[in-house]
C-alpha cells in the first residue's frame, strides 16, 4: 500500500497552491542537441550564465559549464536517461546552492544537499551557493589555535591549527581514512564541527565510516557527503564544494569546523572525465588545464577569519570570535608516487603534509606515518604549551634513528652511545604506535612523551611498551585524575606538573606491573 | 567538430554586409532562400556529397537549378562556397542571413502558439503589446495547440514567454513535488 507523506495533508497543499507564484515571466529557452555520457549540449540559451543551472523536461536539472558561440555544454545532475535530443531546456537564473546550517549535523547527505540516510527531510532554514570565493587578505588572521587530531604521532610531530590545511597522502589500503575519522572522533565535545566528503567511494566503505561515527558518538557533530562511485562525475565534482560551503556556515560565523575530503584524487578524476567530454583541451596526465585551479580554489575557503570579518558577516551578532575551517584533504599516491599531477599540485597548495608510508605500514607501525618527510607549515603556533615543551626530542630522536637503522645493518659493533640511540628509536617508534579509534587525549599524550624524554621507557622491553602505556594510563586515571584533567583544560606545562608526573610514573615504575 | 551554424557565420556575415551595401538585402534574401531550399531537396543534398564531382561542376548544377534567382553576384557567391566545398551550408546561411536582416530591420520572428484561436483583435492586441516590449517590429504567426488546454505559449528566438495552463500545471506539479 502506499503511504501518505506529511507533507501531503490537504492544508499545506492548499497554501502551496495559493503561493505558488504563476506569473509569466520571459524565459531563456534552448534545445538539446546531443546528449552523451551525461553531457549535454544545447542550442539557444543565448543569456545563460556560467555555473547557472539549467531545468530539462522532466524536473531533471543541469549546470552549464561550456559556453560557446553556438552552444552551451552542461553536466546533468542526476539522471540523465530520461533526456532526448530535441527537448527544451530553460534557464533559471539561479547557481547551484545547498542548504547550511546546523539542521544538516547528524545527516548524510549528497553533493546537493538531499539526505540520503532515510532520516526524512532536511528543513535547513538556509541555502549558500557551492562556489564562493575565498576569504581575502585582510579578512584573515594567522592560525594559533590546535585541532586535537588524538594520534600520538600527529599531535606531537606535525601539529594542526585551525584553519590550516594539512594534506594526508599515501597509497591505498594504508591508513588515511583512518586518520580521518579519528580526528573526527576526537572533536566530541571540542565544539569543532565535522564534515566528512566521501568522493568516488564504495558505497559499503561510506557506510561503514558512518556507522564508526555512531558507534563512537562521534555522528551529533559531523555531516556527511557523499558522492559514491556509483554517482554522475559531476556529483563527485560538486562533493567537496557542498561540503565546503557547509563549512563556511560554521566560520562565518564565529565557529569552527573541520572538514575532511576523502579523496581529492577521484574528484579530479571525475573532473577530467568531465573535461574530456565537454571537449576541453588535456593537458598533462590528460587533466584539464584547470585542474591546480579546481584544488586551490577549493582549499583556500578553508582559513582562519579574524572577529572583523565575523562580525561583519553577523551583522554584529558575533563580536570578538575568529571563526575558522580546517581542512584535511586526502590525496591517494600510486606506489608512492608523490611526483604525480595532482599529488604535487595539492602538497604545494596545503600548508604541510602528512605522508603515509607502505613499509612503515607493513612492519606494523600504524599510523604508518613517515615522521622526517611529514611536516606542518603553520601548525607549530598553534601547539599547546605542554605539547610544545615535551614533542621536541621526538622528531629528532625518531630522525637519528631511521639513519642509525640503516647505518647499523652491516655494522657489527657498535659503541654504547649509538646502542643507546637506537634503543631510544626503537621504543619512540613503538610508542608512537597507536590502536584505530582510540584517541588520547592532551595530557595523556603530554605524560608518554615525559616518560620517553626522562627515560622511563629504558627498562621496558620494546613489545611491552604498548601494555606498558594502557597501565601508566590506567593508573593515571584512577590516582592522578586531577591533574590530567588540570592539563586537559588549561594545555599548560610548568614545574609542578613535572614534578607530578615525576612523581606519579616514579610510584607506577615502583608498584605496578604491566 | 565544428556546429553548421559556426561554420556558415562567415559566410552569412559577408553576403549580408555585401547585400547591405549594395542595397539589395531583399534581392539577396530571396535568392539565398532559392539557393537554400534548393541545397536542402534530397537529390541535390546527394549531388553536392558525392566526390565524381568537381567543386565547379556543383556549383554550375546549383546555378542553373536556380536560373533567374540568382544575380551575377550571387553567382559568384556559391563559386566561392564551391571553393570551400562548403555548398552544404546554403540553408544555414540564408537563415543567418535572416536573422541579420530582421536584426538590421528591428523586426522579430515571433510564434505564438494559442489553446483557442485568436480574433483578429487579439491578434493585434497581442502584437501591439509585444512589439513595445520587445522594441522591435513583431511578425507574428499563429498556431493552435489544444493540448495547451488554456492561454498561450509566445516564442520569440531564444525568448520563451509561458502563459499557458499546462506550463502553469506543469509548475505546480513541481513545487509541490519539491
Known amino acids: ?514 | 567538430m565544428a556546429e553548421l551554424s559556426t561554420l556558415a557565420r562567415p559566410y552569412a556575415k559577408a553576403a549580408f554586409e555585401y547585400a547591405d551595401q549594395a542595397g539589395q538585402l531583399q534581392g539577396w534574401s530571396d535568392s539565398l532562400a532559392i539557393a537554400g531550399a534548393v541545397a536542402e531537396q534530397p537529390n541535390v543534398v546527394k549531388l553536392l556529397a558525392s566526390p565524381t564531382y568537381t567543386a565547379k561542376q556543383q556549383a554550375a548544377v546549383l546555378v542553373e537549378i536556380c536560373g533567374d534567382a540568382l544575380s551575377a553576384a550571387g553567382q559568384n557567391f556559391l563559386a566561392v562556397l564551391s571553393e570551400h566545398r562548403r555548398l552544404q551550408l546554403l540553408p544555414e546561411i540564408s537563415r543567418q542571413f535572416e536573422i541579420l536582416k530582421a536584426n538590421r530591420e528591428k523586426a522579430v520572428d515571433v510564434e505564438v502558439i494559442s489553446a483557442q484561436l485568436l480574433t483578429d483583435d487579439q491578434q493585434q492586441q497581442l502584437s501591439d503589446a509585444l512589439s513595445a516590449k520587445l522594441e522591435r517590429k513583431v511578425n507574428m504567426q499563429v498556431r493552435l495547440d489544444k493540448s495547451l488546454l488554456g492561454g498561450a505559449v509566445i516564442r520569440a528566438g531564444d525568448t520563451v514567454i509561458d502563459g499557458s495552463i499546462r506550463g502553469r500545471l506543469a509548475k505546480l506539479a513541481e513545487s509541490l513535488h519539491s
Open chain 1, 1 to 514: 500500500m502506499q503511504q501518505l507523506n506529511p507533507s501531503e495533508i490537504s492544508e499545506i497543499i492548499k497554501s502551496r497552491i495559493d503561493n505558488l507564484n504563476v506569473s509569466s515571466e520571459a524565459q531563456n529557452e534552448g534545445t538539446i542537441v546531443s546528449v552523451s555520457d551525461g553531457i549535454i549540449r544545447i542550442h539557444g540559451l543565448a543569456d545563460v550564465m556560467y555555473g547557472e543551472m539549467i531545468e530539462f523536461d522532466g524536473g531533471v536539472y543541469g549546470m552549464a559549464l561550456n559556453l560557446e558561440r553556438d552552444s552551451v555544454g552542461a553536466v546533468v545532475l542526476g539522471d540523465y536517461q530520461t533526456l532526448a535530443e530535441g527537448q527544451k531546456a530553460r534557464c533559471t537564473g539561479r547557481v547551484l546552492e545547498v542548504p547550511v546550517g546546523p539542521e544538516l549535523e547528524g545527516r548524510v547527505v549528497d553533493a546537493l544537499g538531499n539526505p540520503i540516510d532515510g532520516k526524512g527531510a532536511i528543513n535547513a532554514a538556509l541555502t549558500d551557493p557551492l562556489e564562493k570565493v575565498a576569504p581575502g587578505v585582510i579578512d584573515r588572521q594567522s592560525v594559533d589555535q590546535p585541532v586535537q587530531i588524538g594520534l600520538k604521532a600527529i599531535d606531537a610531530m606535525v601539529p594542526i591549527g585551525r584553519g590550516q590545511r594539512e594534506l594526508i597522502i599515501g597509497d591505498r589500503q594504508i591508513g588515511k581514512t583512518a586518520i580521518a575519522v579519528d580526528a573526527i572522533i576526537n572533536q566530541k565535545g571540542s565544539g569543532i564541527k565535522c564534515i566528512y566528503v566521501a568522493i568516488g567511494q564504495k558505497a559499503s566503505s561510506v557506510a561503514a565510516v558512518v556507522r564508526k561515527l555512531e558507534e563512537h558518538g562521534a555522528m551529533e557533530h559531523t555531516i556527511v557527503v557523499a558522492a559514491t562511485a556509483s554517482d554522475p562525475a559531476a556529483m563527485q565534482y560538486l562533493a567537496p564544494f557542498a561540503g565546503c560551503t557547509m563549512g563556511e556556515y560554521y566560520r562565518d560565523r564565529g565557529q569552527d569546523a573541520l572538514i575532511i575530503y576523502d579523496d581529492l584524487t577521484k574528484q579530479a578524476w571525475a573532473y577530467r572525465q568531465i573535461s574530456l567530454l565537454l571537449k576541453r583541451p588535456p593537458g598533462r596526465e590528460a587533466y584539464p588545464g584547470d585542474v591546480f585551479y579546481l584544488h586551490s580554489r577549493l582549499l583556500e575557503r578553508a582559513a582562519r577569519v579574524n572577529p572583523n570579518y565575523v562580525e561583519k558577516f553577523t551583522n554584529g551578532e558575533v563580536k570578538g570570535k575568529t571563526g575558522s575551517l580546517t581542512a584535511l584533504p586526502v590525496i591517494e599516491t600510486q606506489a608512492g608516487d608523490v611526483s604525480a599531477f595532482v599529488p604535487t599540485n595539492v602538497i604545494s597548495i596545503t600548508d604541510g603534509q602528512i605522508f603515509l608510508e607502505a613499509d612503515m605500514f607493513n612492519a606494523g607501525v600504524r599510523p604508518a606515518m613517515n615522521a622526517g618527510v611529514s611536516v606542518s607549515r603553520v601548525g607549530g603556533a598553534a601547539q599547546t604549551k605542554i605539547i610544545k615543551k615535551l614533542s621536541g626530542g621526538i622528531r629528532t630522536a625518531l630522525a637519528q634513528y631511521r639513519e642509525l637503522a640503516a647505518f647499523s645493518q652491516f655494522a657489527s659493533d657498535l659503541d654504547e652511545a649509538t646502542k643507546a640511540q637506537l634503543d631510544h628509536g626503537q621504543r619512540v617508534t613503538e610508542l608512537m604506535k597507536q590502536k584505530q579509534y582510540s584517541p588520547q587525549s592532551i595530557a595523556e599524550l603530554g605524560l608518554m612523551l615525559y616518560a620517553a624524554d626522562n627515560g622511563y621507557l629504558k627498562t621496558v622491553e620494546v613489545n611491552k611498551i604498548g601494555d606498558f602505556e594502557a597501565a601508566v594510563l590506567s593508573y593515571m586515571k584512577a590516582e592522578h585524575s586531577d591533574l590530567m584533567k588540570q592539563i586537559n583544560d588549561s594545555g599548560s606545562y610548568n614545574d609542578d606538573i613535572a614534578a607530578g608526573f615525576k612523581a606519579a610514573l616514579d610510584k607506577f615504575v615502583s608498584t605496578q606491573t604491566w
